[in-house]
């Protein structure tokens, strides 16, 4: 038998699973019931002119039209292209122009920022009538309603695994995005994998916030495809409409992610009292101390850690629920069934021992096909063998998990000396004022750099600059403690990521507006030699 492709699933899922199915805030559909708005949704697409290849565009608030759209453009082997909704103007316009995009899906929200834009057709979902060069949804539908279904089923024959199916921007926190193509394969392969991980059930709903344009969102609905489980989405994330959902849905297995996400549900005013009992599992991804922390606040449940990239599908290591807790709190466990990982010295390519870190390569399943229009960039991170160079450094331990230490840019130069951000950040979380915590590096006459803190302090908690430095001082090597700490209330975001290239313009700019161009010495106190007993003896 050919291997399964996307649709499969979802035909799979129709027939032997009709307990299940999608959940939105803005609505939900039983497998059975999305197959059928998925086929109605494949025939619209196909009257405009979508043929196999072709590239479909969704800007859309996490929503039932990002499900029904990424799955009809499947259906007819096109592939489909989520825009992060943060995106300004410029950034739309490249994307769609990089893209090729045949068609944009959207709605009059997004309007504003497709000046300068120019895909073939737009379709505004919330709009029933065409305007301004732009379709309607009863032009869709009208559309969708007249066309022969032999032209989308002939091209759901000939669909194969090896054809393209999702084409993800990287977030370009540090250069322009760049679209990372995976194939019908790359997506069931995972899918499978992780349902296999995560040991779903027909019984499970698999809760996620994380958006329909960040591959954490597409793991989600692959996984409780495959492991015939709900799919529960919290659409545009708010932590007290989190915290209901996972509530009224008696949501099973949770993927927040990041602590940007997670720990504002967990410090929510009604989270002490919410019902959680149905929680079993949670994955998230922090230092050791902030996943002791997150796993303290709900015991009931699981907590287990992951890693991976847009490169590899998101999850490409991921915790087993046996596992003892001080080891999920601290390694990202081993490489799914599909996936083989290496720690490599970065420089030579050479396999490192465990214990040694190393940059984190990849291969297998769920392994990008390529970069879209760029097979320099392509054949620079892909080797002949197929392995894919992360750029993250990592370390394995003796049983083959890997822990995350710190992205391999991610390093301050202080006088000399290497810094990873990584490291200061996991301790300045120890802090009991200390929220989310991002560490970047500030120009510096002496040290050429020192380590500035943006700091989010937690709610209803207090601190000062001066506090949290002394906090630092004597505790960890003088040059890794922050010269500057500037407190956050928001964050400069790229889908979930922190944008630190703009945390480091802004300290960059202030140092440079009030003329500081050397940051204060630091002087730690001196290390005590324990005491001595009066009666010469040593201490015990």
């Known amino acids: 038998m050919p291997d399964p492709t996307v649709p499969d699933l979802l035909d799979a899922r129709a027939a032997d699973t009709p307990g299940q199915g999608v959940v939105f805030p803005d609505g939900r559909a039983s497998y059975a019931e999305l197959a059928v708005q998925v086929g109605r949704v494949a025939r619209g697409l196909w009257a405009l002119g979508v043929r196999p290849g072709d590239p479909v565009g969704l800007l859309l608030h996490g929503g039932m039209d990002s499900m029904r759209f990424w799955l009809a453009a499947s259906a007819i082997g096109a592939v489909t292209v989520p825009l992060n909704v943060r995106l300004r103007p410029r950034e739309i316009a490249y994307v769609i122009s990089d893209a090729g995009l045949r068609v944009l899906v959207t709605t009059s929200a997004f309007e504003p920022v497709l000046d300068g834009a120019e895909p073939d057709t737009v379709v505004v979902l919330d709009r029933d009538a065409d305007s301004g060069g732009c379709l309607g949804a009863s032009t869709f539908d009208a559309a969708a309603a007249g066309t022969d279904p032999g032209g989308p089923g002939a091209a759901r024959a000939a669909l194969t695994a090896d054809d393209p199916n999702l084409m993800l921007y990287t977030s370009g926190t540090t250069s322009r995005p760049r679209g990372c193509v995976h194939t019908h394969h790359s997506l069931v392969a995972e899918g499978e994998a992780v349902a296999e991980r995560l040991q779903l059930t027909a019984e499970d709903r698999f809760w996620t916030p994380l958006p329909m344009f960040h591959c954490g969102g597409f793991d989600v609905a692959l996984a409780a495809l495959a492991g015939r489980c709900g799919f529960v989405h919290v659409g545009t994330f708010e932590p007290g409409r989190a915290l209901r959902q996972l509530v009224d849905e008696r949501c099973t297995v949770g993927f927040p992610a990041f602590e940007t996400i997670w ?278």
């Not at 892909?382 to 230490?405: K, M, N, P, T, Y």
């Open 263 to 540: 720990l504002p549900v967990l410090d929510h005013p009604d989270f002490a009292s919410a019902d959680l009992s149905a929680l079993r599992m949670v994955i998230n991804v922090g230092a050791p101390e902030r996943m002791r922390s997150m796993q303290a606040r709900l015991p009931r449940a699981v907590q287990l850690s992951c890693l991976g990239m847009t490169e590899s599908f998101g999850f490409c290591c991921v915790g087993s629920p046996d596992d003892p807790a001080e080891v999920r709190a601290t390694t990202s466990g081993r490489p799914l069934r599909h996936m083989e990982a290496m720690v490599v010295d970065p420089e030579t390519g050479v396999e490192v021992a465990p214990g040694v870190p190393g940059e984190f390569r990849f291969r297998g399943g769920s392994r990008l096909s390529h970069y879209h229009r760029d097979p320099e960039l392509t054949a620079l991170r892909i080797d002949g063998a197929g392995w894919f160079a992360s750029g993250d450094q990592v370390v394995a331990d003796a049983e083959g998990r890997l822990r995350f230490l710190t992205r391999l840019g991610d390093i301050l130069k202080v006088g000399g000396e290497n810094v990873a951000a990584a490291e200061i950040e996991g301790f300045l979380s120890e802090h009991p004022a200390a929220g989310i915590v991002a560490v970047v590096g500030a120009p510096d006459a002496r040290y050429g750099e020192v380590p500035a803190a943006f700091v989010q302090l937690r709610p209803g908690a207090s601190a000062t600059e001066a506090e949290l430095i002394a906090f630092c001082l004597g505790a960890v090597a003088t040059y890794k403690v922050p010269r500057y700490v500037r407190f956050v209330d928001e964050w400069p975001m790229s889908g979930t990521k922190v944008q630190k290239f703009r945390l480091r313009a802004l300290i960059a700019d202030e140092l440079a507006r009030r003329g500081v161009t050397e940051a204060p010495r630091m002087t730690a106190p001196p290390v005590r030699a324990p005491r001595v007993p009066a009666t010469g003896q040593s201490p015990a």
